[in-house]
């Protein structure tokens, strides 16, 4: 059953793609033995790989776009005895997308927070758009990270030929904000989507761990500037908190749409009827 939160006259719906199994060592500054239950018997962190779907005044898109058919087997220099066959494994966004009851041409526009390949794998399949009526939308500073990495630059290349790309400053979509928050990568932005008086941010890999709303020491592996990623978190969490602003990450889940209560801490929005008390 495909997660849902309704923002104002908008239904925003979480669509499993895959899961990645990540290493605690893909965390640096994490100390797993604070954070009881995230990793697996197994050894590893459970992620979700996927996308949101939007619903409402501005049509039918997508807060990125999966990480497409992807089998990526666990490293052998990190495996250990219980480790899993994959680091990551996808493919299920098409079926996600009909149990929502949305066809790929029904999406009109693609919101890409960064381009890594998981968060653009169905933009095309086979060299087509998968999604045949949409824009996508990204930041343009994140085109030079494609020089080095293959599967990402060729479904780029493929959007690019089939003309369906557009960089951000472009879209006019209502209640759709667009805010450049590199760190990440330097492209990467979080994607507010504001309704009815309600709040939405989508944070994209901006936050990837739950500890990392108390503790500015947790990175991840491919963050190309740490610094600048721990004040954009720092920043934005202490608005979030103040203004009852619903957190969307791209990987988190249990809950999968957050609120920050008084104490700094992390409470399921769908519980929480308009914004947090003061």
Known sequence: MNEKITIGDYTVTVLRDGSSYMPPSFYPGADFSQFPGLLGENGVYEIRLGAHLVQGPAGTFLIDAGAGELAIPFPAELAGENSPAYLARAGNLPAALAEAGVAPEDITAVLITHLHLDHVGWIVKDGEPFFPNAVVYYGA???????????????????????????????????????????????????????????????????????QLTDRDIHFLTDVDRDLATAARARLFAQAKEQGIVIAAAHLDNPSFRLIAPGDSWVDARTVTGTLPA
């Open 141 to 211: 500073e994140d085109r030079a990270l494609l020089a080095g990495d293959e599967p990402t630059r060729a479904i780029m290349d493929a959007a690019e030929r089939a003309g369906i790309l557009r960089t951000y400053g472009t879209e006019d979509l209502p209640g759709v904000r667009v805010m450049p928050v590199p760190g990440h990568t330097p492209g990467h932005v979080v994607i507010e989507l504001a309704s009815g008086g309600r709040r939405l941010w989508f944070t994209g890999d901006l936050l990837q761990l739950p500890g």
